[in-house]
């Protein structure tokens, strides 16, 4: 492994135990993400066989393979080689596709980050991840002397010896939300990327060559990389790579593009049934399955998918940590409602705090040890927290399990909001919002709400009550928009004296959560407001 970047690792005795009981997740000592996906195909009778459609677009196997190859011999003239970290900040479009797997070929380490997100975030993952260089979509024309994706790809051979990588050797790292405000740096192998597909798409979808993937998940967001790209080029398929969600574009897609197998978060899902008439206006004839994740997929919504499509959604729960879905749902035996079953090749437990399984009905830990596994970068504190009780991976989800195995999801055990698939840590939020000179202090809190699942609220404490003026609500979201990713800004933004605070000084967040929660404006102890 490569000297500088492996110490960033977490000790053996924190690693997660990793399972490999199938066959299919046996792989060669030196194995490369890029060459089993990109290479196997296009050398392997492939060539002429669609791998992406992008709009108008559609790239062979072939053609992939010799844009990454001529990126390869670019990105290793300006110097950038194994062990390297790389910024990619890209849409959903081919390019990404095309610097992942050039990437991947030379060891050089994917740090892909999420559109959305802002110079303070995008600052603090370069700097974490120690990033030498950034591949990015800019506004304007090039310049002359520019380096720019094409002129790296310039004049250089379509054939490209990859690197021998290490099944074991880092290959991307993937940036959490972060549930304190700090996003956590999750890195995977070369290997967890195979075995994800080797283990949930091989097993759960079946895919075969004549699939096509499409969704809207970003290819940064582990779901996107798997679902849109990983997957697909796994099996041989192609992927359909399309703009921002918005409900009719992603059913006219789906119609259009003969899509098989669709990723999409619940949010999704029910904006698109919202979409008058939209099984008699768009053919969704071609789609096998609809993935569900990111979030809990109510049985409301899959009995209304089911209805106006005849199409099954499948439910599943990831996590960044473990890269993509462990537990999920099977076709054939959805229980709405539920989650599922572990995926083949995860083990599953419902745990009590102290690590000792609970009785089946009864609620607890999830608790998962499987191919893939948690390895924070330079994160001692937060492995220990994630990897538990000799290996466990602990994502924090509180589960029930039935007595015919079916796994149902309750709820977090910690303060991060999921709303319309975005995962969006209170404390963040609270942190910008103090920063504002009208604030005193503030708590954020998820309130549940029927299109997104749930919505941010903030509850705000005014340095000058008498601050709270009409137009202090708009000024603080964009306030909060300016400095984060916007979907992360508070929806919902009320007024109080001030917070409800434990004894010890703890905000008392479950007071908030209830939707019906009085203003507080009866004067409260004095004591509650510690920090003046
Ligand atoms: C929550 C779910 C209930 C859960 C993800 C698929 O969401 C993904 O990764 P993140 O790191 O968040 C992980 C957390 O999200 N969650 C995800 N799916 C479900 N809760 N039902 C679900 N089906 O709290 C989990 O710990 O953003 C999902 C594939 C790859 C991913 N990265």
Not at 168 to 194: N, Q, W
Not at 295 to 310: I, M, Q, S, V
Not at 325 to 333: A, M, Q
Request: hydrophobic share 40%; with cysteine; charged share 25%.
């Amino acid at each position: 492994m490569i000297p500088g970047v492996a110490e960033s690792l977490p000790p053996a005795t924190l690693m997660p135990d990793r399972v490999y009981t199938l066959p299919e997740l046996r792989y060669p000592v030196h194995l490369n993400a890029a060459v089993e996906l990109l290479d196997t195909n296009a050398d392997g009778g492939r060539a002429g066989r669609p791998a992406i459609h992008a709009g108008p677009r559609t790239i062979t196997y072939g053609e992939l393979q010799a844009q990454v190859n001529r990126l390869c011999h670019g990105l290793r003239s300006i110097g950038l080689g194994r062990g390297d970290r790389v910024l990619l900040r890209l849409p959903n479009v081919p390019e990404f596709i095309v610097s992942w797997l050039a990437c991947q070929k030379l060891g050089i380490v994917t740090v892909g980050t999420m559109p959305l997100l802002r110079a303070r975030e995008l600052a603090y993952i370069a700097a974490d991840a120690g990033t030498r260089a950034a591949i990015v979509i800019v506004a304007g024309e090039a310049k002359p002397g520019d380096t720019t994706l094409a002129s790296l790809m310039t004049g250089h051979p379509e054939r490209f010896a990859a690197e021998s990588t290490d099944r074991d050797e880092l290959a991307m790292i993937a940036y959490t939300s972060g549930s304190t405000g700090v996003p956590k740096g999750c890195v995977h192998f070369h290997r967890d990327i195979l075995a994800s597909a080797d283990a949930y798409a091989r097993h759960v979808l079946r895919p075969t060559e004549d699939d096509r993937f499409g969704g809207h998940p970003t290819l940064a967001f582990t779901f996107g990389t798997g679902g849109l790209m990983v997957f697909p080029f796994r099996f041989g398929a192609s992927t359909v790579l399309s703009g921002p969600f918005a409900p009719e574009s992603m059913l006219e897609t789906f119609a259009a593009k003969r899509v098989t197998l669709a990723f999409c978060a619940p949010t999704s899902y029910r904006l698109m049934l919202a979409v008058p008439d939209m099984a008699k206006r768009f053919d969704l004839g071609s789609l096998r399955f609809g993935v569900s994740a990111a979030e809990p997929l109510p049985a409301a919504t899959w009995r209304e998918w089911h209805e106006a499509t005849g199409v099954e959604l499948l439910d599943g729960i990831g996590s960044t940590e473990m890269f993509h879905i462990f537990i999920s749902s099977l076709p054939g035996r959805v229980r709405p409602g539920a989650t599922g079953f572990p995926v083949p090749g995860y083990d599953c437990r419902v745990l009590d705090e102290d690590g000792r399984e609970v009785p089946r009905g009864t609620a607890g830990l999830v608790a998962i040890k499987g191919p893939t596994g948690c390895k924070y970068w330079r994160k001692p504190d937060r492995q220990e927290e994630y990897v538990r009780w000799k290996g466990w991976n602990v994502t924090g989800d509180v589960y029930v399990q039935d007595e015919d195995g079916y796994l149902t999801y309750q709820c977090r055990s910690d303060d991060m909001i999921v709303s319309g698939g975005y995962k969006i840590p209170g404390p963040e939020v609270e942190h910008v919002l103090d920063e504002h000179p009208a604030v005193a202090e503030s708590a954020v809190v998820a309130i549940p709400d029927a299109t997104r699942g749930f919505i941010v609220k903030a509850f705000v404490v005014l340095r000058d009550a008498r601050a709270a003026r009409a137009g202090l609500v708009t000024e603080l979201q964009d306030f909060v928009k300016r400095e984060l990713a916007p979907y992360k800004y508070p929806r919902a933004i009320q007024f109080v004296d001030a917070l409800p605070r434990t004894e010890t000084g703890k905000i008392q967040r479950y007071i908030l959560r209830r939707a019906d929660v009085v203003p507080y404006d009866a004067p409260s102890a004095p004591a509650s407001r510690g920090h003046e």
